[in-house]
């Protein structure tokens, strides 16, 4: 089964940019998502289908994904952007849905 | 605005089911456009998908959930179900439901999520 690879952790200090990266063969290929998760609450959506913002959702969230890896931008990072993060893709060839292991973010 | 709600049992015995509903509301759960998933999450664990169902009622499970879930859909309700048989501990988590937009197979909306704890 298709497997997404993701740090455990980043940290980075407010301000500034942060990177969460999200590996698997030939991803470049397929549409990835990225979801934020805050502690006892549900993922919410921040980037689909690669670099797409759903309404509402701020600027300083972007997504690209090219090669091996998709990774998540989070530009002038703030103290509550501080969550887990979760990368997601459709598998076509099984007809599964794969989440990434997750990413904790910390804004030191 | 796209609200869903999950219910059901916060404890179930091993070995019994597990049955959880999904309570659409601000949008139907027969539109064309959209189907329905369910997640799970181990207590400070990661996200493991379930499966999804159609507004037909076609459905796909997780390869090694397949023998054991069980998802249907009650237009008349506007609401999605799931079932998991023969529980045991491992399968303790909070349980999602989450639209998911076909064009993309992305999941818009997600519900709070239910815990369900499995234990004699």
């Known amino acids: 089964s298709y497997v997404l690879t993701q740090p455990p952790s980043v940290s980075v200090a407010p301000g500034k940019t942060a990177k969460i990266s999200c590996g698997g063969k030939?991803?470049?290929?397929?549409?990835v998502h990225w979801y934020q998760q805050r502690p006892g609450q549900a993922p919410v959506l921040v980037v689909y289908?690669?670099?797409d913002r759903p309404s509402g959702m701020s600027e300083r969230f972007s997504g690209s994904n090219s090669g091996s890896a998709a990774t998540l931008t989070i530009s002038r990072v703030e103290a509550g952007d501080e969550a887990d993060y979760y990368c997601?893709?459709?598998?076509?060839?099984?007809?599964?849905?794969?989440f990434g292991g997750g990413t904790k973010l910390t804004v030191l | 605005q796209v609200q869903l709600q999950e219910s059901g049992p916060g404890l179930v015995q091993p070995s019994h089911t597990l049955s959880l509903t999904c309570a659409v509301s601000?949008?139907?759960?027969?539109?064309?456009?959209?189907?329905w998933s369910w997640i799970r999450q181990p207590a400070g664990k990661g996200l493991e998908w379930i499966g999804r169902?159609?507004?037909?009622?076609?459905?796909r499970y997780k390869a090694s959930l397949y023998s054991r879930v069980a998802m249907s859909v009650d237009t008349s309700k506007n609401h999605v179900s799931l079932e998991m048989r023969s529980v045991t501990a491992a399968d303790t988590a909070v349980y999602y439901c989450?639209?998911?937009?076909?064009?993309?197979?992305?999941?818009?909306?997600w519900g709070p999520g239910a815990l369900v704890t499995v234990s004699s």
């Open positions: 289908d690669d670099s």
């Open positions: 997601l893709l459709w598998d076509v060839s099984s007809d599964e849905w794969v």
């Open positions: 169902i159609f507004p037909t009622g076609n459905t």
């Open positions: 601000g949008d139907s759960v027969s539109r064309g456009n959209y189907y």
């Open positions: 030939n991803i470049g290929t397929k549409s």
């Open positions: 989450a639209r998911v937009v076909a064009a993309t197979r992305h999941f818009d909306f």
